[in-house]
C-alpha cells in the first residue's frame, strides 16, 4: 500500500548513516511496514544498501545477516548447508510455519521478522530452537555522528511479547549467530493452526545435541518463546506437565489460550517421539 506519511528515504552505506532521526525507521524487506499506515513514520532509511553477507559459515556456525531474505536462507538449508549440520532443515519448516507467499519469502529478511516480534514469527522459532544469539549494534552518539557498540543476547531473550522486544530506538540487528552444536543435532518442529493455511497457533521445537542434553521449546501459543533444558531426552509426562503449566498462554481470534496450551503438550509429545525415533 501506499505510506502516504514518508518524505525521505535513505540508503544507508556506512553506519553513520544508520543515525536515525526524528520520523525516520529502519526497512529491510518492508513487507509489514508497507502493509498497513504508518503514521507516525516520515522516514526510511534502507539497510539493504550496507551490503552484509546473507550467509556465513565457519568452524563456529552459521551467521544470518539480518538482511537475509528467508528465501536465501531456505535454499541455503535446501541445497547447500554442510550435511553433517542435520539441523539445517529446521529453516525449511519454520519458513513454512510463517503464513506468507513465496512473494513474501523473497522479500521479507530473517532480521525484519525477528524485529517485528509477532508470536507466531517463523524466525523467531528457528532461532530459538537452535539457540540463536542476535548481533545488536547499539549507538553511541558522538560530535554529530553516530557510532556503535556490539552486544550480543538470545534471540529468546529479546521478545518480551506478542509484537514486542526489547530492542530500544535506533538499535540495529546486525546478525543472527547459530552454534554449531546446535546445527549438528537432531531437531524437529511440529505446528498447527485453526485454518490449513492460518497463522501457526502453535509452534513446538525440539533437539538433541551430541552430547544427548535437549532443549524443546513453545512459540506462537505463547506471546513470548518459552524454553525448556534437560540433560537428555525428558520422559514424555515430564514434558508433557512442563509444557502444560507453562505461562503465557495468550487468547486472539487464532486461537483461545487454553487450545493453544492443550495442542502445545500434544505438539510436544509428536516432537520428542520424532527425536527418539531417529536416534
Given at each position: 500500500m501506499d505510506i502516504t506519511t514518508i518524505r525521505d528515504f535513505r540508503a544507508a552505506r556506512t553506519d553513520a548513516d544508520l543515525a536515525l532521526i526524528e520520523g525516520e525507521t529502519l526497512i529491510a524487506?518492508?513487507?509489514?511496514?508497507?502493509?498497513?499506515?504508518?503514521?507516525?513514520?516520515?522516514?526510511f532509511v534502507d539497510l539493504t544498501t550496507m551490503g552484509w553477507p546473507d550467509l556465513e559459515v565457519s568452524d563456529a556456525g552459521l551467521r544470518i545477516g539480518a538482511t537475509c531474505t528467508i528465501a536465501r536462507l531456505v535454499r541455503w538449508a535446501q541445497q547447500e548447508?554442510?550435511?553433517?549440520?542435520?539441523?539445517?532443515?529446521?529453516?525449511?519448516?519454520?519458513?513454512?510455519?510463517?503464513?506468507?507467499?513465496?512473494?513474501?519469502?523473497?522479500?521479507?529478511?530473517?532480521?525484519?521478522?525477528?524485529?517485528?516480534?509477532?508470536?507466531?514469527?517463523g524466525m523467531v522459532s528457528l532461532a530459538v530452537a537452535l539457540d540463536g544469539v542476535a548481533v545488536i549494534w547499539s549507538p553511541r552518539p558522538q560530535a554529530g555522528t553516530t557510532l556503535f557498540t556490539e552486544r550480543r543476547q538470545p534471540v529468546a531473550d529479546i521478545i518480551t511479547g506478542n509484537g514486542t522486544n526489547s530492542l530500544d530506538r535506533g538499535e540495529v540487528l546486525r546478525a543472527i549467530e547459530i552454534p554449531v552444536t546446535a546445527l549438528r543435532s537432531r531437531a524437529a518442529l511440529r505446528k498447527i493452526a485453526l485454518a490449513e493455511h492460518g497463522r501457526s497457533g502453535a509452534v513446538v521445537t525440539g533437539r538433541v545435541d551430541p552430547d544427548g542434553s535437549s532443549v524443546f521449546a513453545v512459540t506462537a501459543a505463547t506471546a513470548a518463546p518459552t524454553v525448556w533444558r534437560?540433560?537428555?531426552?525428558?520422559?514424555?509426562?515430564?514434558?508433557?506437565?512442563?509444557?502444560?503449566?507453562?505461562?503465557?498462554?495468550?487468547?486472539?481470534?487464532?486461537?483461545?489460550?487454553?487450545?493453544?496450551?492443550?495442542?502445545?503438550?500434544?505438539?510436544?509429545?509428536?516432537?520428542?517421539?520424532?527425536?527418539?525415533?531417529?536416534?
Open positions: 524487506g518492508g513487507t509489514w511496514l508497507m502493509s498497513e499506515p504508518q503514521p507516525t513514520t516520515t522516514g548447508a554442510p550435511a553433517e549440520w542435520t539441523a539445517a532443515p529446521l529453516a525449511v519448516d519454520a519458513a513454512n510455519a510463517l503464513l506468507a507467499s513465496f512473494k513474501i519469502w523473497n522479500t521479507a529478511t530473517v532480521g525484519g521478522n525477528v524485529c517485528r516480534s509477532f508470536a507466531a514469527a534437560f540433560g537428555g531426552l525428558p520422559a514424555e509426562p515430564d514434558l508433557a506437565d512442563a509444557v502444560a503449566g507453562a505461562s503465557g498462554y495468550y487468547t486472539d481470534p487464532l486461537g483461545a489460550a487454553d487450545w493453544r496450551r492443550g495442542v502445545s503438550v500434544e505438539l510436544a509429545r509428536r516432537v520428542r517421539a520424532q527425536l527418539e525415533d531417529a536416534a
